[in-house]
Nanobody, 121 residues
Framework: QVQLVESGGGLVQAGDSLRLSCVASGRTFSSYGMGWFRQAPGKEREFVSAISVRGAYTTYADDVKGRFTISRVNAKNTVYLQMNNLNREDTAIYYC??????????????WGQGTQVTVSS
């Protein structure tokens, strides 16, 4: 089992930055590819970014590419999502997931409870 706890969400203005963190406990964190997904009100959960077990490979959704950066520190069992130049369309609950670097939710075994990001104009 892997337990995931996200933090770092909040209410910001358009153009601001946030850094989300996801701390894992349980089985070996460094064995898992990690992903970030988000779900806006009335919409399906969508892929944001993923990173391989050692961080050599990263992938991003087109609408966050160039603004968001995923990273991980295996010694701290933590994966991060640095989000810059936020806009209202980034408003969502952000979820951390463990299991692969897939761009679909069914590629992941474990999920956190989510952290709310709200961007005001």
């Amino acid at each position: 089992q892997v337990q995931l706890v996200e933090s770092g969400g909040g209410l910001v203005q358009a153009g601001d930055s946030l850094r989300l963190s996801c701390v894992a406990s349980g089985r070996t964190f460094s064995s898992y590819g990690m992903g970030w997904f988000r779900q806006a009100p009335g919409k399906e959960r969508e892929f944001v970014s993923a990173i391989s077990v050692r961080g050599a490979y990263t992938t991003y959704a087109d609408d966050v590419k160039g603004r968001f950066t995923i990273s991980r520190v295996n010694a701290k069992n933590t994966v991060y999502l640095q989000m810059n130049n936020l806009n209202r369309e980034d408003t969502a609950i952000y979820y951390c997931a463990a299991g692969s670097v897939a761009r679909t939710a069914n590629g992941y075994e474990y999920w956190g409870q989510g952290t709310q990001v709200t961007v005001s104009s």
